[in-house]
């Protein structure tokens, strides 16, 4: 068994006056005059699902008020539970300004924090953010569950509902299940359950066995799942009127104490006037004693009123009997015969005979000291030792003289003390704690007062206690520290030590060390600080370097002693920092704190990658300065670049991936790989190249496979893929390898593009687009494309405000010259710079400047950009428009954009000032891709690129709308539409995002030189158009058109005289010869017609796909009458006795079999086979008469945009063709059957 220790080995339980107080408010402290101030910045630093970490800081001290200790106590409320604000504990929080609080399920809890002193509680903080705790299933089981019979077939469960607080989730119900008692085998099917809803808490069980007793269990039931199931619980229905009597409950044992009174109960049912008596051993029990219900109560209960007592009940129909068995107990007895042994230095084993008794038997035993510094206290030691024990191990402080005691306990009562037990004194040994409350002030002119709390005599540990304390001067951030001084206090009850002939205003470190004559206990730590003589000052916190994450919240605190004028100013490096300057860093005005010390906090919040390097904190007063610094480090997740992203190498040919690892921060990152969902365990594939490359070298690669580069640190993990692609060593479709503009462009299958790290100095991708020649289908490289190339200080700079002026020249790329007129006024995003790169990126190397002006619209103008920055105030604004200066107007043109101020008032306060940044860039636009992937294959941008933002940025969407409105470059065009660049846009085939986007915007008006725009949001705008030329010369076009209309009108005309001549010479040629012929002149005039009025429309998609499937169905309808002809024509020449007419076998053939093609041919190419820009599937036409055959390909062909020669071709053949062939052949065929004589066949 331990004694206490006031958390210190080696020592007694009783501190100062009692072996169980706990440290109070304002031990060895004067009164405050005032209460405390409210604690500060209270938050939720660390969220769990049932726990939360709150922090706070120190309530600002009152001017006048002497050092007191300060304690906190937590209170939360919760609307769900309909919880005011309340104490989350009993006792006070002593120290510290952080705490974890265990929280329940499903709760909505709002924190604050009230500190307390000696005098009073201070008003509480500000209430914490609002968490609410996810839910969990019941973790209670409902109480008071209690069963009732109502009637012989039906029996009530009832219960206590569970409190709000114990629901832990929505929807609480309870399930209540049934079963018989006397059933012994286990089967699924014999419990019965229903569910009750939350707010009942009784259910009645019907169509029951009467007499017959059931188990009844209920369980607490929500949407996450159910919580513990009850005990077992024993119930039956009423018995009937002519039933015998039941006991309702079976055999029970009562205990009782001596003296007491007991109630022994008999519940029985059945019909009315039952009569009940009792027996003790066969005799009756007076009828005095039984109750009206039936119960048997004893008064003042002995020992010798044990024994099982019988319950007698008959009525009419029957009797019944149960026992009930009473036990007695008294107080145990005094233990005696107390003995030591195992003596040693700071134990001793205490031994005891306990008194046997069956009715007063021991449940644990407590054992008590006395000392000769406490000679009248006896104190209990902590902790109980059990019943079954008669000795315990006591552990013991040195020094101390003791003496011993020992008392029984049961559930009755305690028993007198025991006799004490022989002395024992423990021999002494060196301290083994420091002073505390130590206290070191300047007086006079060049001395240190030091004073502290003397030990007491439970911490001496030994005879000839003496104070040993030491001394020297603190240099702050200087590695030479001077030595100690030191100087001894005799006498145990000393309490202060004034150290003389110091240097005046200088800090001095202070420690304080207690011996003895057995030795030196620990040095006190951490030292305090203090100021020689009258009123000095200094820095008193030490600085750690700090190394965190990106974007989490850092507090750095400087704490300073000395008088109340002194200031604090806070630097980056040699850059002083102040509120105006950065949105992210905010400095504290300094603040006194609850000791008196002055305060002062910078706060970084979030922290960015640019918050790395040295941080200075210097306090002044008088000229006299004085500072301390700390490094901080901000650990970003890692950069992975994969080279190649999409590699195509031959078939048996390895693979080399090389891996660029970027992670800032000085922490080299974990770096994995994996192929497909394998990772690679195989080391001799793995190889460090060195500055953050890692290679993988893979043999036998196969066709489509995934390669991954993962690489990860505390920040968080980034992940780099590539494809590779395996080509055939006889491909003729691959752009070869070669070294182009300093970048070696890999092998790349034609269609396909290649991603290969940005050169030096910038991170991304540069891509390069392998395509193939239509005309000799040979492959060639399109020119490499490196828009989504960025420099690493570019990069960094992302989304974050910084100042004009120093910390900007040391950040942006070559090219640009700041010039810092007036800082304070002058800010910018450089987010918006980075992400369009404006005029860093041009054809041709130049310099811009950006001016920030001493006026509320500075405005920056160059080759290739204008800029306005510049504050609005809600209040009475009328509209924001760009470009508002003159200088601006002059280069913008008539190109401008509106903001209506009323826009802006129904989403800002209208006290609020509002930042404003405005942007035109003139070529910018050559170096963003078009929709291509978005709306159609054609949309270019066709005016320059507008943007306008705001800080802070609006929280809703404009109402009213923004009007841009934006000048053409040119006028050929079609289908304007106006855009808005989305940076959160996926495009096909591109690693990066970003891309147009229509949501938010749409088209006021639109004429050839300008297009007005309405948009909901802010961001950047342009118009996308359709260019209306088309890709070949326009007198070539024009020539083709001529010709193709000439040719295909005379094969028309023909086609049409045709059909004239059947028609008048229906009576005299009506046969299948005659409907083939009909047939077949009318495709082919539809086919012409089709043709001829579908080139004007080839460059609309719709149309042109279209007029190309018509095409196919009309010449494929020609093809099969042609066909249809040569079969009547070989029946009519072999079967000569044929009479049989088969016209509607030859319209099956002719027409429906055609329609059945080309439906085919639309659902399983999905259209894309028809009026493609490159290509169109041709389908069925393999086998026809040369001209026909020529022709109808020549057709199919000549609907595309570019086949030129095609439309030459066509023209001539389908003239030939359809017109003179088919003109001749079918006039002579009516002339010769309509002479006399002539037989149709």
Known sequence: MALGRSGCRGLLTPVLNSPLRQPQLGDGIEKPHKRPGKPRDLHIV??????VKLSWLPPVAYRGTKRTKIAYKVQFQSKRLRITWTDLFKELLISGTRITLPLSPWVDYTFRVIAADRSADSEPSEPSELYETPPAPPGRIPERIRVNGVSPTSFRVSWKTLPLLDHNGPALRYLVSWRLQ????????????????????????????????????????????????????????????????????????????????????????GAVQSRRLWYNEARIVPTKLIQHTGALLLDRVHFKDEGCYK??????????????????????????????????????????????????????????????????????????????????????????????????????????????????????????????????????????????????????????????????ILYCNDDLLADWESSVVQGEEKSSYIILNLI?????????????????????YPPVIGHAGGEGFDIVNFFEDYSGIVGTRLLITCIARGPRRMRFKWFKGEYKITASDWTRISVSPKVIRNDGDLESVLEINPTSPLDRGTYRCAVSDKGVERSCSLNITVLTKPSAQLDPVTATVLVSSPVKLTCTVRSPGGVEPQVKWFIGKDRVTDLRAISNLGNGMYRLTVLGTVEGTKYTCMASNAAGTTVAESIVTVVRKDAHDVCGQETFQNVEWGMTLAGGVY?????????????????????????????????????????????????????????????????RLRPARCAMTIGRLAKFGTDMVTQEPRTNRLFCLERDTPTQVGNNAV????????????????????????????????????????????????????????????????????????????????????????????????????????????????????????????????????????????????????????????VLVTPFVPKMDAPSANEISFIVAIGCGIAMLEIASVILVYILLWRCIRCDRSVIVLNLS?????????????????????????????????FLAAFCWMLAEGWHMYSSLVRTNGKLSKAKLYIALGWLLPAAVVGVSLGITKTNGYGNDKQTALWSSCVILPLLAATVVLAVFAVNRSAVLFQYLFAMCNTLLNGSVEFVRDTAFAGRYCRPGGVCR
């Open 1082 to 1114: 009318l495709s082919l005039l539809n086919a012409n017609g089709v043709f001829l009025g579908g080139i004007p429309q080839k460059w609309n998609k719709t149309i042109c796909t279209a007029v190309a499937a018509m095409l196919h169905y009309f």
């Open 504 to 524: 005046r205003d200088l800090p001095y470190q202070v420690q304080v060390q207690v011996l003895n004559n057995q030795g030196a206990g620990p040095i006190s």
């Open 311 to 472: 319950c007698y009940a008959e009525n009419d129909h029957g009797s019944t009997e149960g026992c009930r068995c009473l036990r007695v107990y008294g107080a145990p007895y005094t233990p005696f015969k107390l003995e030591l042994s195992d003596k040693r230095a700071t134990s001793v084993i205490l031994s005891w005979t306990p008194w046997p008794s069956d009715h007063r038997p021991s449940e644990h035993f407590i054992v008590q000291y006395q000392t000769t510094f406490e000679p009248s206290i006896w104190r209990e030691m902590i902790g109980f030792v059990p019943g079954n024990a008669t000795k315990s191990l006591l552990e013991l402080s040195p020094f101390v003289n003791y003496r011993f005691r020992v008392i029984a306990v049961n559930w009755v009562g305690r028993s007198d003390p025991s006799g004490a037990s022989e002395s024992y004194h423990t021999p002494p040994s060196a301290p083994e704690v420091f002073p505390k409350n130590i206290q070191a002030q300047g007086i006079y002119t060049r001395d240190l007062d030091v004073r502290w709390d003397p030990l007491g005599w439970y911490e001496r540990n030994g005879p000839g206690v003496q104070y040993k304390i030491f001394w020297r």
């Open 46 to 51: 660390a969220k769990g699902p049932r726990m």
């Open 182 to 269: 006397n059933e012994t085998c286990w089967k699924l099917n014999l419990w019965k359950t229903a569910t009750v809803v939350g707010p009942m808490s009784s259910y009645v069980v019907e169509n029951i066995t009467s007499g017959l007793l059931y188990e009844v269990t209920v369980q607490a039931v929500n949407s996450v799942g159910q919580g513990p199931v009850s005990a077992p619980l024993h119930g039956q229905s009423l018995p009937a009127l002519k039933d015998a009597p039941v006991l309702t409950a079976p055999v029970r044992e009562y205990n009782a104490s001596i003296t007491s009174t007991i109630e022994l109960n008999c519940p029985v049912l």
């Open 867 to 1022: 800029m306005e920055v510049g504050k609005v105030a809600v209040k009475g604004l009328d509209v924001i428009e760009f470009p508002a200066t003159p200088k601006a107007r002059t280069w913008v043109g008539t190109d401008r954009i509106e903001v209506p101020g009323k826009a802006l008032r129904n989403l800002y306060e209208e006290s609020q000032v509002v930042g404003v940044s405005s942007f035109l860039y003139r070529t910018i636009k050559d170096l963003l891709p078009g929709n291509d992937f978005l709306l159609s294959d054609s949309k270019i941008i066709n005016t320059r690129v507008i943007s306008l933002s705001l800080f802070p940025p609006p929280p809703g969407q404009l109402d009213p709308p923004v009007r841009v409105e934006l000048a053409h470059e040119n006028a050929s065009f079609v289908d304007p539409e106006c855009v808005s660049w989305d940076f959160g846009i996926q495009l096909p085939n591109r690693t990066t995002r970003g891309g147009w986007s229509t949501e938010g915007c749409a088209v006021l008006l639109s004429n050839d030189s300008h297009t007005v725009c309405q948009c909901k949001h802010l961001t950047d705008f342009a």
């Open 755 to 819: 991603y290969q790290l940005c050169p030096g100095g910038s991170t991304g991708y540069a891509t390069r687009q392998c395509l193939l020649n239509e005309l000799d289908f040979t492959p060639y490289w399109l020119e490499p494309n490196f828009v989504q190339c960025t420099t690493y200080d570019f990069e960094a700079l992302l989304s974050n405000r910084v100042v004009c002026g120093t910390p900007l020249l040391h950040v942006l790329p070559g090219g640009w010259v700041v010039e």
